[in-house]
Nanobody, 118 residues
Framework: QVQLVESGGGLVQAGDSLRLSCAAS????????MGWFRQAPGKEREFVAS????????YYADSVKGRFTISRDNAQNTVYLQMNSLKPEDTAVYYC???????????WGQGTPVTVSS
């Protein structure tokens, strides 16, 4: 069982940066691939970025590649999403998810809202 709590969202202007954090509690954080997803109003949840449990490989949606960076601190049981050059289309609720050893995402946080004004 893993509990996830996101933080760091807020209201920013286009071009600004934000860093989201996802703190995990429970056992074996190191065994979980961690991902960030987002859901904009009226749209389905979409993948943003992930970092694997074993080699720390990172993957990004094309829409955020080069602007967002995912990282993890296994000692702190925390995963981060550094978001630079934010655009209004990045406006969404951002969710952290955990997948045990690259299986499906079974655990989710409550989400943190990000609003980017033009």
């Amino acid at each position: 069982q893993v509990q996830l709590v996101e933080s760091g969202g807020g209201l920013v202007q286009a071009g600004d940066s934000l860093r989201l954090s996802c703190a995990a509690s429970g056992r074996s954080f190191m065994s979980y691939t961690m991902g960030w997803f987002r859901q904009a109003p009226g749209k389905e949840r979409e993948f943003v970025a992930s970092i694997t449990w074993n080699f720390g490989r990172t993957y990004y949606a094309d829409s955020v590649k080069g602007r967002f960076t995912i990282s993890r601190d296994n000692a702190q049981n925390t995963v981060y999403l550094q978001m630079n050059s934010l655009k209004p289309e990045d406006t969404a609720v951002y969710y952290c998810g955990a997948a045990l050893r690259n299986t499906k995402y079974d655990y989710w946080g409550q989400g943190t809202p990000v609003t980017v004004s033009s």
